[in-house]
């Protein structure tokens, strides 16, 4: 199965990182490739992401956790009195 770059920079750059790395065009294509893939699955997931925002939420917040959510505090968000 054949891979045909059609882009001149991309080519270029295959090029260049081949020259750089002193292997073939396919071989630098290939790590590059293999790279980001790693770095792809090794990043949180946007659940995992999210989680650790949430828990950084909640250690800011001291142990109070935070003033109470009433109808005073609701309507002092929106300015009423």
């Known amino acids: 199965m054949s891979l045909f770059v059609k882009d ?6 295959a090029e260049r990182l081949a020259m750089l790395q002193r292997v073939s065009k ?3 294509v290939r790590r590059a490739l293999r790279h980001e893939l790693e770095r792809e699955e090794e990043a949180p997931s946007l659940v995992d992401r999210g989680l650790a925002f949430a828990r950084a939420l909640r250690a800011n917040a001291g142990p109070d956790g935070g003033k109470p959510i009433d109808k005073d505090f609701i309507d002092g968000l929106y300015g009423e009195p």
């Open 26 to 28: 396919t071989e630098a």
């Open 8 to 13: 001149i920079e991309v080519n270029r750059m």
